[in-house]
T-cell receptor, first 113, second 116 residues
Framework: NAGVTQTPKFRVLKTGQSMTLLCAQD?????MYWYRQDPGMGLRLIHY???????AKGEVPDGYNVSRLKKQNFLLGLESAAPSQTSVYFC????????????FGQGTRLTVV | AQSVSQHNHHVILSEAASLELGCNYS??????LFWYVQYPGQHLQLLLK??????LVKGIKGFEAEFIKSKFSFNLRKPSVQWSDTAEYFC??????????????FGKGTKLSVIP
């Protein structure tokens, strides 16, 4: 039972490079989220999706794009990485019903130099 | 939009001490409430949740939380902490139902250090 799987787990980028983080869930959840976690800032929502083919901006969307072409996958893209995007990125998914909790991936530690 | 406030940034306790972590939220309607724990180097895991019924909720590893609607609070408690409880704790809120039920907002977290 994989749950929520994120790839890669670690990455170092140079400023200006691009990359895509992949999140895959096998629980048939409707909702998916990308958060970034920085010391003292908690989890801040970057983008989210309420179903296949839908995406929306969260609290800190600038510099990121997302796509949800398949229900089980939620991709987070950085078109031109900046040092301010050095962070730990977490993907999460939830069922579309009351009281459902979010399940988290193991995280991706990204360093932009 | 809802928001979550966790009052303590870092709490340091000795083993066997009692724990209470504060969480207040702002939202005008009915909510689901969650506490998550993040052990060092790991992802977030659910400790407990409240969505209806008894406002005193029991979770894993001896944790419990009490929902006080009049105070918009959902404080986390444990009678006797262990060194293995050293972690960061996050409170989160989500609207109970309706168009905004996908929203899931986290507090900034409270880091707990337990000294053996």
């Amino acid at each position: 039972n994989a749950g929520v799987t994120q790839t890669p787990k670690f990455r170092v980028l140079k400023t200006g490079q691009s990359m895509t983080l992949l999140c895959a869930q096998d629980m048939n959840h409707e909702y998916m989220y990308w958060y970034r976690q920085d010391p003292g800032m908690g989890l801040r929502l970057i983008h989210y999706s309420v179903g296949e083919g839908t995406t929306a901006k969260g609290e800190v969307p600038d510099g990121y794009n997302v796509s949800r072409l398949k229900k089980q996958n939620f991709l987070l893209g950085l078109e031109s990485a900046a040092p301010s995007q050095t962070s730990v990125y977490f993907c999460a998914s939830r069922q579309e019903r009351e009281s459902s909790e979010a399940f988290f991936g193991q995280g991706t530690r990204l360093t932009v130099v | 939009a809802q928001s979550v406030s966790q009052h303590n940034h870092h709490v340091i306790l000795s083993e066997a001490a009692s724990l209470e972590l504060g969480c207040n939220y702002s939202y005008g309607g009915t909510v689901n409430l969650f506490w998550y724990v993040q052990y060092p180097g790991q992802h977030l895991q659910l400790l407990l949740k409240y969505f209806s019924g008894d406002p005193l909720v029991k979770g894993i590893k001896g944790f419990e939380a009490e929902f006080i609607k009049s105070k918009f609070s959902f404080n986390l408690r444990k009678p006797s902490v262990q060194w293995s409880d050293t972690a960061e704790y996050f409170c989160a809120v989500s609207p109970y139902s309706g168009a905004g039920s996908y929203q899931l907002t986290f507090g900034k977290g409270t880091k707990l250090s337990v000294i053996p």
